[in-house]
């Protein structure tokens, strides 16, 4: 069992930046691969950003590349989103979740999440 608790969310103008954290539970952390994901309001959740367990291979979804960065933290049992450069449209709520295996987009493959956080950009 693992749980993820989500951090970091909030309001902030076009153009800024936020760190979105996500804290897992659980002895067997560093063999699950992360990710994270956001929705929007009356939309299904799509991929945002992805990390095997040794920080390999990171993987991003076309609308966030080259502004997040993903990132993880084995020793401190955390998952970072570092996002750059925001946009109106980057306002969702984020959700980060974990599965044993490697990178993969689709949601359905990810067996555990938590609970979300709030990040919107103003304009």
């Known amino acids: 069992q693992v749980q993820l608790v989500e951090s970091g969310g909030g309001l902030v103008q076009a153009g800024g930046s936020l760190r979105l954290s996500c804290a897992a539970s659980g002895r067997t952390f560093s063999s699950y691969s992360m990710g994270w994901f956001r929705q929007f309001p009356g939309k299904e959740r799509e991929f945002v950003a992805a990390?095997?367990?040794?920080?390999?291979?990171?993987y991003y979804g076309d609308t966030v590349k080259g502004r997040f960065t993903i990132s993880r933290d084995n020793t401190k049992i955390t998952v970072y989103l570092q996002m750059n450069n925001l946009k109106p449209e980057d306002t969702a709520v984020y959700y980060c979740?974990?599965?044993?295996?490697?990178?993969?987009?689709?949601?359905?493959?990810?067996?555990?999440w938590g609970q979300g956080t709030q990040v919107t950009v103003s304009s």
């Open positions: 990390i095997n367990w040794n920080s390999n291979s990171p």
């Open positions: 979740a974990s599965r044993i295996g490697g990178v993969v987009v689709a949601r359905r493959h990810y067996d555990y």
